[in-house]
Nanobody, 122 residues
Framework: EVQLVESGGGLVQAGGSLRLSCAAS????????IGWFRQAPGKEREGVAC??????????ADSVKGRFTISRDNAKNTNTVYLQMNSLEPADTAVYYC?????????????WGRGTQVTVSS
């Protein structure tokens, strides 16, 4: 069973930083590109960043480039993806989720975790 547990969110002032973690289990973590997604109230879920399965290549939404950094730890029994968020803005306020990136892009992913709330005050 696929399980994704996001953590690390909180309330922070504009300009501050947070580090999100995503613990994954129930699938071969090393084989999947993992993405961070977010959903703000009244808006569609959007992709924020993704990291490839093997070579660590990354991509970011234009709105977070230069401020957010995605990384992953493929070590055995760790299976964790991180999102370092710096220079946070009120527009970054959302619930953040992680998921296998291409499954989300294909519209086939259903096992979303609970997400972690990020609130940025102005």
């Amino acid at each position: 069973e696929v399980q994704l547990v996001e953590s690390g969110g909180g309330l922070v002032q504009a300009g501050g930083s947070l580090r999100l973690s995503c613990a994954a289990s129930g699938f071969t973590f090393d084989d999947y590109a993992i993405g961070w997604f977010r959903q703000a109230p009244g808006k569609e879920r959007e992709g924020v960043a993704c990291i490839s399965s093997r070579d660590g290549s990354t991509n970011y939404a234009d709105s977070v480039k230069g401020r957010f950094t995605i990384s992953r730890d493929n070590a055995k029994n760790t299976n964790t993806v991180y999102l370092q968020m710096n220079s946070l803005e009120p527009a970054d306020t959302a619930v953040y989720y992680c998921a296998p990136y291409f499954a989300v892009a294909a519209g086939t992913f259903r096992s979303w975790g609970r997400g972690t709330q990020v609130t940025v005050s102005s």
